[in-house]
């Protein structure tokens, strides 16, 4: 599955480590830690490499940590793609024989560089320091990495050989509602492109084209169904892929994989998928196009995965290396007789593979690449065994200030705040008392180590973090206790709306799917949200389960006011606030700009108006409206890049998030399966 760039987001950004969760950890972990954090999220492998050295001088007599200091200097190396990989490993063999279990993962990494006089062993190398033009697929012959533009229909295309970027310009028609897709798939031969879009009636479609836009065509349009394309056939007969109904923004948790023919449309059902859309990672047809393998996630605690296996034609499946772990397929080798794919089994995310003859597993899976990572976005493999995946990382952070609201005069000029994971964090929002924000930190794509709810102490800095049992959370607000979260979350195998225990991490299922921007009003039992495919703020008796339409909405943006009598929201370019009763709407203002970020004042006297969607490097622009109507303030805040704001109940103190550029670089690991 490929999706949007902006999903693979991980945020990332210098910072030094130094938290509370550490503060009674012997000196030497709290080195290692910050070591490896230098390494895996801020990418500064020689200042991780310092750092690895430092820890194995200063405390020679702690074995175990510097054992795995010294591992580690070898897999920096590694990733650097110099030869002192291989001789970091060999001084953990030979100074650290106590350590036998980092001492095997030395010699497993040994054995993957192959022999010293080997100018064919296993390399990682760094391609691309800029590749945000770079497209999504490797093609079947390991030439191009070639993606769609989804802006204009373009199909990037970046020549391996030469490291030239190119664009294969659309001559077809591009609409809107082709904009929308998120999932593609190029035929083996490198010829065409199927993805999914929507017609001009938002009814889903799967079609198909050539890479210029030429000859394109529709496969499968129904109403009330979404297909996505994963993989085609190496005969170009068919595309597999993924249908799934809904109704009204809502999953109705009826997927299929499925082939679909390239000549008339037809559909052959392979097999149900109980998991969500979200936990169905990857699905491709073997080189010789007799089997079919896939992977999705299921429910659990921790989550299990696992990889399947079966003929074209949906018979005869079987698990592949079968683990209580969380399993996910990466894809083929090139000569179809090995699966590749991505597990946590040895409690990190490695790469491993295992040998596949008749559509069986043969022997036991074999580790390729020791920490490889969740997140990291995996292009393909090229028929010489090349490995090529890209990386993004993310700027930006907190920051916090104070202003006088009345006058709309800063007070105190705005200050970087450091948090335990750098980058923008989102959803900011203060708990009712003032005494905590709430956000998400390291906003991502849906998976294990993402979009962490954190709460941090106004008082002392302290942040602490939530761990509920959710593949993902978002769109995230305080109970009017101030005891409880309200969010939207996806488990393994359903969303909805969920009250989260803020001490606890417990959380409570209150509706189902397709309902958006959920609050709680201070009653505790009416809900209040955006209800997906009609557009409207809703409201929802949890005791009853009597629900009922309050007003049409044009976005996600609206709040509830702090008595919980009314909503603000938006119509085009124009605020109004109307009773959760219902009733006329009141217009506060108009025009100011295209699309806001609405906010209540905690006295219920304001709100907070922050015009969005601008240019990045437009500054920010906030107003300060009268809630019973008057002329909005305009706040003396210039700041580019804003993307969330929130004022403290004091209605002085206020922080925002800013993010900055995303980095994407691309890179291969050259000779990537043992000989």
């Not at 074995?63 to 490993?89: D, H």
């Not at 650290?96 to 010293?116: E, N």
């Not at 195998?493 to 417990?506: F, L, V």
């Not at 906030?622 to 706040?635: C, E, F, M, N, S």
């Amino acid at each position: 599955m490929k999706h949007k760039r902006s999903l693979f987001l991980v945020a990332l950004m210098a910072v030094i480590i130094i938290v509370s969760g550490f503060q009674d950890s012997p000196q030497y972990k709290i080195l290692f830690e910050k070591a490896k954090f230098t390494m895996e999220t801020k990418g500064d492998l020689n200042g991780a490499i310092n750092l690895f050295n430092d820890i194995i001088k200063k405390y020679p007599k702690e074995r175990e940590y510097a054992a795995k200091s010294q591992l580690y200097i070898g897999l920096c190396y590694e990733k650097l793609g110099v030869a002192e990989a291989r001789k970091a490993y060999e001084r953990v063999v030979r100074d650290y024989t106590d350590q036998s279990d980092i001492v095997a993962q030395a010699k497993v990494r040994l054995a993957v560089l192959g022999s010293p006089g080997d100018k064919k062993g296993f390399i990682t190398r760094r391609v691309l320091t800029d590749a945000s033009d770079v497209g999504e697929i490797l093609t079947a012959d390991g030439k191009y990495i070639r993606g769609l533009d989804w802006e204009t229909g373009d199909v990037s295309q970046f020549e391996i050989a030469s490291g030239q970027t190119s664009k294969i310009a659309n001559k077809g028609t591009w609409s809107d509602t082709d904009k929308d897709g998120m999932w593609q798939a190029l035929s083996s031969d490198g010829k065409q492109i199927a993805y999914n879009s929507n017609t001009k009636d938002w009814i889903p479609r799967l079609q198909i084209r050539n890479l210029d836009g030429s000859e394109v065509r529709t496969l499968y349009c129904e109403k009330d169904y979404y297909v996505y394309p994963y993989d085609w056939s190496p005969d170009a007969g068919y595309i597999l892929a993924l249908r799934g109904e809904y109704s009204q923004g809502i999953e109705l948790k009826k997927d299929e994989l499925i082939l679909v023919s390239t000549k008339d449309g037809s559909v052959s059902v392979l097999r149900n998928i109980p998991s969500q859309i979200f936990m169905f990672e990857r699905a491709d047809f073997s080189p010789d196009g007799r089997f079919v393998a896939f992977s999705f996630v299921r429910d659990g605690n921790p989550p299990h995965g696992d990889v399947f296996l079966m003929t074209s034609d949906g018979r005869n499946e079987v698990v592949i290396a079968g683990h209580p772990s969380e399993d996910r397929l990466l894809g083929w080798a090139p000569d179809g007789k090995s699966l590749v794919f991505l597990s946590d089994r040895s409690g990190t995310w490695d790469i491993w593979t295992v040998r596949i003859t008749g559509g069986k597993q043969q022997g036991e899976p074999e580790l390729l690449k020791k920490d490889f990572g969740y997140y990291s976005e995996v292009l393909g493999i090229a028929p010489d065994g090349s490995f090529y995946y890209k990386t993004n990382t993310r700027s930006g952070g907190l920051y916090s200030g104070a202003i006088e609201l009345e006058s709309g005069k800063v007070l105190v000029s705005p200050s970087l705040v450091t948090t335990r994971y750098t980058g923008p964090p989102y959803n900011l929002t203060w708990s009712p008392d003032g005494k905590y924000l709430l956000y998400l930190s390291r906003r991502g794509s849906i998976g294990p180590g993402n979009n962490l709810l954190t709460i941090r102490s106004e008082a002392t800095g302290e942040e602490r973090f939530l761990s509920p049992h959710l593949r993902f959370v978002n769109q995230i607000s305080w109970a009017p206790d101030g005891r409880s979260i309200i969010a939207i979350g996806i488990t393994e195998t359903e969303n909805g709306i969920y009250r989260i225990n803020a001490e606890t991490s417990a959380i409570t299922k209150l509706t189902e799917g397709g309902r958006y921007a959920p609050r709680l009003c201070p009653d505790g039992k009416t809900l209040i949200f955006m209800k997906g495919g009609v557009m409207a703020i809703t409201k929802l008796n949890l005791d009853t389960g009597e629900e009922s339409e309050v007003v049409k909405n044009s976005t996600l943006s609206y709040d509830l006011s702090p008595d919980g009598r009314e909503v603000v929201f938006q119509t085009d370019s124009t605020v109004k606030i109307i009773s959760l009763n219902g009733g006329e709407p009141k217009e506060l203002i108009c025009g100011l700009a295209k699309y806001y970020g609405l906010k209540w004042t905690n006295d219920g006297r304001y709100i907070i108006a922050r015009a969005v969607f601008n240019e990045t490097s437009e500054n920010s622009k906030i107003w300060r409206v009268p809630a019973q109507g008057g002329t909005p303030l305009k706040l003396d805040l210039s700041v580019p890049n804003v993307i969330f704001f929130a004022l403290h109940p004091d209605n002085s103190r206020f922080v925002f998030s800013v993010t900055g550029e995303t980095k994407s670089e691309l890179w291969v690991m050259e000779n990537f399966f043992p000989k």
